[in-house]
């Protein structure tokens, strides 16, 4: 490797590894630790350290055989887990695409949660609810149900504050919409939402809209079909552009992490 091209490449895992470490840091401020925030978080630290210490840690590895090995397999396992990564944005592109086909009749409509602000739904999560209405307007025989519990320094839960959202911006009834506001996770999101359906005598054997962001589309429809629901039916609100491309960034750690603790 040529030197400019070094330079380049050593500027290149800074930016990047600054912007990963960074923004994974607010969102464990936020009270969002989990598998796919530190790991990505220890990514970009390790990118970050590569760059600036480029030659003394490539000296360091050099002066000792087994450290040499050690640098080009770490390498070598960067690589694979790069193809694994293009391989799972290629798998969530076709699970967007799918998720844009026009919504049939369906029982039920899930709306999941993703945060709230000072009692208002963040950015991303206003973007699921705008999406979710007119469905909800549109299959008015469909229970509608906002999923999602009380958050850190929040009184209200965030099926509450969903709710109200839906009622004060697309003027659906607060009668209509029915609220799961004890769950902390999607999981939970879906398997808290089955006992609300059950009483209302709605089956997971029906189609059962499941409305979330885009990026989530993949991982959400592969816990609702690992906790029994045989029909789910995604329906994707699109990411802000500012948050979209770190988002799939983080869902596919968050993605692996379910895999690991058998979420699917």
Known sequence: MTKKLLTIARAVLVVAGVVIAVDCAVLMTADKINFGTVVPFLLGSAFVAHGIFWHAIRKFARQNPLRNRLWYALWLLFFI?????????????????????PVPEVAAIIVLGSGTVAGKPT????????TAAPLIKSQPEALALTSGGIGMGQTHSEANIMASYLHERHGIALERILQEGKSTSTAENLIYSQVILAAQGVSIKAPIAIVTSDFHTIRAAAIARHQGYQRPIMLASPTPLSIRYNAWFREYFAFVSGWLFGEY
Do not use: N
């Not at 790069?82 to 844009?100: G, P, T, V």
């Not at 950015?123 to 705008?130: G, I, Q």
């Open 123 to 130: 950015p991303t999560l206003a973007k699921r609810l705008d």
């Open 81 to 101: 887990w790069l193809i694994s990564f293009a391989l799972f944005i290629f798998a969530l592109q076709q699970q967007i695409k799918q998720s844009a086909q």
